[in-house]
């Protein structure tokens, strides 16, 4: 009897021959799919499939010849502002109070040392919305990732690709061009939301953004068959909870190299795309993705109904080796408690032969070494910018991992918080995260130096020697709206970063609209293991929807660019 894994590859071998010879989208069987919550434990859940597959052999040159053009009007189509779906509550530091708050970490000394700078180039910005799509939209959500040889920037609503000199290799391309001949509303919507990832452990590409321009919500999958993010495709369409609005796509890769293998997800759903329904965790069974199984079933587990804790992260793990064995995913999130603030995790444990009898369990709050904090409503620009968005209820994207030798698991989460007179800065928490059971934090502090400057929207992660790189917008009311990064190695004193270095500044600031980022992305190559990639939003002319991205690289000298194994021993240790 096969088992499990080689059931998956006999049938992506047979996918191969049957998409290559037909061509056309497969509607899986709903019979295989639930529609209802059941109850699991202390939660409710769902075992649902995709309602649309593909597997094409047509490369992103030969999809874009089917996307629609772009009709010049004289009178272009009026900029968006995605509207603000996050304040489900009301944070605990809403009150006067706050203004009066001073971090108790904040106002520790930097280090004498500066991480090293290295590329700085533009991301995807409004201007190629409104080049390439014929309209603005703000926020942008700023996502992207690093490969074995090229660098990818996805934003709202489209997406461009580099070399690791910086150049661009290809782009800007409208965000849904990965389903061009899909059919279906992946195809046809392009909303946004989205997320990349480079699987470094199967050495593939993972795009992902949500379709949601009208009932049924979908998110959508593209899954790259080799290391070029140019494709062909394995396509995917999945309505995560029938009738609700998938918001706030977040998406990890966890694996133990064995059965619990999957891209792991939260959304904030939205009952009939209006009422706030509850915070899902979501499974995909990666090993049937990657294979090409039409049938790639997916987990649905409730977490809350509350939005309490929001933002709410999975674990990704970004570089080197699988998680050990037998270690089941992980999510987790930073708390604001009017008792007690600390860290909240959860454990998603798979069962892909019977999805059913996957399990999710909350473990308890983590207080313990976890110094209080506060809220800090918005962030300030120069006149005549408008306060822009913090998001200091949400825990940043990504929740990044990483098993070290001799170590274990490790991982690293930031937020926003008040730093002191209500300016924003950075808190960050290291955790070992080895035992789900018992959770501790290994150090943590914040970046809040106490200069009037809000630093926010971050996103950390590791190298392949527990140094940790930070990158960020900066701003203040005599500060355009920059890009900056910093970090810590492993020598530097507890609870403390380094001197800040500058991405590139800002020469302008956005009016009229309050919307920022949403979310950036930090990154490690996978090559030299040491070198972190960012994806960052700033401003370069003062208008209403005039937001750029950028595109930045970073490193510690005490790192050392060692090869990383070649991607085929990975996928075999695998």
Same mark, same amino acid.
């Given at each position: 009897?096969?088992?499990?894994?080689?059931?998956?590859?006999?049938?992506?071998?047979?996918?191969?021959?049957?998409?290559?010879?037909?061509?056309?989208?497969?509607?899986?069987?709903?019979?295989?799919?639930?529609?209802?919550?059941?109850?699991?434990?202390?939660?409710?859940?769902?075992?649902?499939?995709?309602?649309?597959?593909?597997?094409?052999?047509?490369?992103?040159?030969?999809?874009?010849?089917?996307?629609?053009?772009?009709?010049?009007?004289?009178?272009?189509?009026?900029?968006?502002?995605?509207?603000?779906?996050?304040?489900?509550?009301?944070?605990?530091?809403?009150?006067?109070?706050?203004?009066?708050?001073?971090?108790?970490?904040?106002?520790?000394?930097?280090?004498?040392?500066?991480?090293?700078?290295?590329?700085?180039?533009?991301?995807?910005?409004?201007?190629?919305?409104?080049?390439?799509?014929?309209?603005?939209?703000?926020?942008?959500?700023?996502? &992207? @990732?690093?490969?074995?040889? !090229? $660098? *990818?920037?996805?934003? /709202?609503?489209?997406?461009?690709?580099?070399?690791?000199?910086? #150049?661009?290799?290809?782009?800007?391309?409208?965000?849904?061009?990965?389903?061009?001949?899909?059919?279906?509303?992946?195809?046809?919507?392009?909303?946004?939301?989205?997320?990349?990832?480079?699987?470094?452990?199967?050495?593939?590409?993972?795009?992902?953004?949500?379709?949601?321009?009208?009932?049924?919500?979908?998110?959508?999958?593209?899954?790259?068959?080799?290391?070029?993010?140019?494709?062909?495709?394995?396509?995917?369409?999945?309505?995560?909870?029938?009738?609700?609005?998938?918001?706030?796509?977040?998406?990890?890769?966890?694996?133990?190299?064995?059965?619990?293998?999957?891209?792991?997800?939260?959304?904030?759903?939205?009952?009939?795309?209006?009422?706030?329904?509850?915070?899902?965790?979501?499974?995909?069974?990666?090993?049937?993705?990657?294979? &090409? @199984?039409?049938?790639?079933? !997916? $987990? *649905?587990?409730?977490? /809350?109904?509350?939005?309490?804790?929001?933002?709410?992260?999975? #674990?990704?793990?970004?570089?080197?080796?699988?998680?050990?064995?037998?270690?089941?995913?992980?999510?987790?999130?930073?708390?604001?408690?009017?008792?007690?603030?600390?860290?909240?995790?959860?454990?998603?444990?798979?069962?892909?032969?019977?999805?059913?009898?996957?399990?999710?369990?909350?473990?308890?709050?983590?207080?313990?070494?976890?110094?209080?904090?506060?809220?800090?409503?918005?962030?300030?620009?120069?006149?005549?910018?408008?306060?822009?968005?913090?998001?200091?209820?949400?825990?940043?994207?990504?929740?990044?991992?990483?098993?070290?030798?001799?170590?274990?698991?490790?991982?690293?989460?930031?937020?926003?918080?008040?730093?002191?007179?209500?300016?924003?800065?950075?808190?960050?928490?290291?955790?070992?995260?080895?035992?789900?059971?018992?959770?501790?934090?290994?150090?943590?502090?914040?970046?809040?130096?106490?200069?009037?400057?809000?630093?926010?929207?971050?996103?950390?992660?590791?190298?392949?020697?527990?140094?940790?790189?930070?990158?960020?917008?900066?701003?203040?009311?005599?500060?355009?709206?920059?890009?900056?990064?910093?970090?810590?190695?492993?020598?530097?004193?507890?609870?403390?970063?380094?001197?800040?270095?500058?991405?590139?500044?800002?020469?302008?600031?956005?009016?009229?609209?309050?919307?920022?980022?949403?979310?950036?992305?930090?990154?490690?190559?996978?090559?030299?293991?040491?070198?972190?990639?960012?994806?960052?939003?700033?401003?370069?002319?003062?208008?209403?929807?005039?937001?750029?991205?950028?595109?930045?690289?970073?490193?510690?000298?005490?790192?050392?660019?060692?090869?990383?194994?070649?991607?085929?021993?990975?996928?075999?240790?695998?």
């Amino acid at each position: 009897m096969l088992n499990h894994k080689s059931k998956v590859a006999a049938l992506g071998a047979g996918c191969v021959l049957l998409a290559s010879a037909v061509g056309q989208a497969f509607a899986a069987d709903a019979k295989a799919s639930t529609n209802e919550w059941v109850q699991s434990g202390d939660y409710q859940m769902m075992v649902r499939q995709p309602v649309q597959f593909d597997r094409t052999s047509e490369r992103l040159d030969e999809l874009l010849l089917k996307m629609p053009k772009v009709q010049k009007s004289a009178t272009p189509r009026p900029s968006r502002e995605v509207p603000n779906k996050f304040n489900a509550r009301t944070p605990v530091s809403a009150s006067a109070a706050s203004a009066n708050y001073v971090d108790p970490m904040a106002g520790v000394a930097p280090t004498p040392l500066t991480p090293t700078g290295g590329v700085s180039v533009p991301g995807p910005g409004s201007d190629d919305n409104a080049n390439v799509l014929g309209f603005r939209i703000a926020p942008p959500d700023v996502t &992207g @990732d690093v490969g074995r040889e !090229f $660098v *990818v920037s996805y934003t /709202n609503l489209v997406w461009t690709y580099y070399n690791k000199s910086g #150049a661009v290799v290809g782009g800007p391309f409208p965000g849904n061009s990965f389903w061009a001949g899909f059919g279906g509303r992946c195809e046809s919507d392009n909303s946004g939301d989205p997320i990349v990832i480079y699987d470094h452990l199967a050495d593939r590409w993972v795009f992902s953004q949500f379709a949601v321009d009208q009932a049924p919500f979908l998110q959508c999958f593209a899954i790259s068959e080799t290391n070029d993010p140019a494709g062909p495709y394995t396509r995917y369409a999945y309505e995560i909870v029938p009738g609700d609005f998938n918001d706030y796509p977040k998406i990890g890769l966890w694996s133990d190299g064995a059965g619990q293998s999957a891209y792991h997800a939260t959304f904030r759903q939205f009952t009939n795309g209006a009422t706030f329904g509850g915070i899902d965790a979501v499974a995909f069974d990666r090993d049937a993705m990657l294979a &090409g @199984d039409p049938n790639a079933s !997916f $987990v *649905v587990f409730r977490i /809350n109904t509350n939005a309490n804790p929001d933002g709410i992260q999975p #674990a990704h793990i970004d570089g080197g080796a699988p998680a050990p064995t037998g270690s089941c995913g992980l999510y987790g999130a930073a708390l604001e408690s009017r008792r007690t603030d600390g860290y909240l995790f959860w454990e998603f444990c798979t069962d892909w032969d019977n999805p059913a009898n996957s399990t999710f369990d909350a473990k308890p709050l983590l207080s313990q070494g976890v110094p209080s904090w506060r809220g800090v409503g918005s962030a300030s620009q120069p006149a005549p910018g408008s306060s822009l968005d913090s998001l200091d209820n949400f825990t940043m994207y990504r929740f990044s991992t990483r098993n070290f030798p001799g170590q274990g698991m490790k991982g690293v989460l930031t937020h926003t918080i008040n730093a002191g007179q209500n300016v924003a800065g950075m808190r960050w928490a290291t955790f070992d995260i080895s035992n789900p059971d018992a959770i501790s934090v290994d150090d943590t502090g914040t970046l809040g130096p106490g200069d009037g400057i809000h630093r926010w929207m971050g996103a950390a992660t590791f190298d392949q020697v527990g140094n940790i790189g930070l990158a960020y917008t900066a701003s203040s009311n005599s500060l355009f709206p920059s890009v900056r990064f910093t970090g810590r190695e492993t020598t530097d004193p507890a609870g403390t970063l380094q001197q800040e270095a500058t991405c590139v500044d800002g020469t302008g600031v956005q009016t009229g609209v309050s919307r920022w980022g949403d979310y950036s992305t930090t990154a490690v190559d996978p090559v030299d293991q040491c070198t972190f990639w960012t994806f960052q939003e700033y401003v370069e002319l003062t208008g209403n929807f005039q937001w750029n991205t950028r595109v930045c690289s970073f490193s510690f000298p005490s790192c050392t660019s060692a090869a990383a194994p070649a991607a085929s021993e990975v996928v075999a240790a695998e």
